[in-house]
């Protein structure tokens, strides 16, 4: 569960960073844009100056309206200082060493010309003089037009390119947020078919638990009866051991899913304490039901090495095993094999049952597969108990950084090895 909340938050974290990407790309776009309409009117500007020297020219032919000439001398010399400012701003469309020279020299020809302007003499002499060096500033103010188009064109090339590759990056980040969100969907769509398939097995599993229960309550209930009812002396003591078999399954059993319980809420804990492989065994053969006419037989080794772990996880883990193969196995020992070495705890369980098909490990390891191989015999307790003894098994041996692996023929029997790290306080059988 927490693997799938993590996958789910990167994914959404991605999401978020992609749009975030894809949004800020397009308001680049947008300011280039917007950067277009200025540029414009800095291309007309070249052609604004060039008819304001026309008109200049075309006042001077008539000298005899000087208030005329000094208007359009002044409109003239204006854009020009305008345009020698926008020159001296860093920022500036018009900051190009090129176009500074040309305005610098035209600020010059301007400045005689008004000396033309202001010089003694006929008008006439006056016309001629300023008409003649208006043709020497010509060349300047084509040099000036050629700049601004110059300029012009290097800024539309850079608005191009800037425009081309944020587009080219909203694109790709415009692909990977749609390629997030089916990514998102399709998760959302396999972890909700999950549910579905999870739910199913438990209503299979909650009426696994009812069958199970109400069949070892009847059979508690039918030889209570027979026993205060029927039966002789030599009977009872076999319906008390039926009493006892289903008393044991049904505690057995309560325990196993208030285990479950436990590990799927994420509440079950390691709690160490010391204690000697003896206890564990005796444990175990207390606990072992003689089921199928099998027998258990136990070897420990070495006996009285005091460890450290947790000893009800490591109970339970041995409970389950061997009930494992108790219920696969008929007119047969089980071997129950315990091992310090190292600073690990291996434990072997070993029967010659029914078996099963390796290759399924994975699916029976899933909680209720009693329910969910319903179309098998083989193996595992698969329609023998409630289908949560390798869930719990492989939880607990997880949760002790242990590793578990199985070895399994079918018709020939099962093999399961366990290998668990210890904390090995003494060993006895050294001193």
Known sequence: MRRVISVACIIIMAFMIVITLTVLKFNNIKEQYQNLDPNLDNYSIAEIIFLSFERLKTSI??????????????????????????????????KDEDFSTSINKLIKQSTELDKIFNSKGSIDEKRQSALMYMDTMRPTLLDLQESIYRIQIKSFNQIKEIIYDNSLDAEISSLLTIFLICTLFILLWRHSARLKKTLKNKNIFISSIYHELASSIQKI????????????????????????FHANKITSQT??????????????????????LNQITTDAIHSFVK???????????????????????????????????????QNNIIHLHLRIF?????????????????????????????????????????????????????????????????????????????KIPVLIVHSKDRL
């Open 221 to 244: 209930q039918f030889a209570t009866d027979v026993i205060n009812d029927e039966a002789s002396k030599k009977d009872i003591q076999k319906y008390l051991d039926i009493i006892n």
């Open 291 to 329: 089921r199928n006419d099998n027998s258990l037989k136990v070897r420990i080794s070495p006996k009285n090495t005091l460890i450290r772990t947790d000893k009800k996880k490591v109970q339970s883990i041995i409970n389950n095993l061997l009930d494992n193969s108790n219920k696969n196995s």
């Open 61 to 94: 032919l008539d000298l005899s309206d000087g208030s005329n000439v000094l208007s359009k001398k002044s409109i003239f010399d204006s854009k020009i200082e305008i345009l020698k400012s926008n020159s001296l701003n860093t920022k500036s469309f018009f």
């Open 342 to 418: 190292s600073g690990y705890l291996y434990i072997k369980v070993k029967d010659f049952g029914n078996g099963f098909d390796i290759n399924k490990i994975g699916k029976f390891i899933q909680p209720f597969n009693q329910g969910a191989e319903r179309d098998t015999k083989q193996g595992l307790g698969l329609g023998l108990g409630l289908g949560l003894g390798l869930t719990i098994i492989k939880s607990h041996i997880d949760l002790l950084k242990g590793s578990f692996k199985a070895r399994s023929t079918i018709g020939e029997g099962t093999i399961f090895f366990v």
């Open 255 to 276: 325990l196993d899913v208030l285990e479950y319980s436990k590990i799927e809420m994420g509440n079950s804990v390691i709690q160490t304490e010391p204690f000697v």
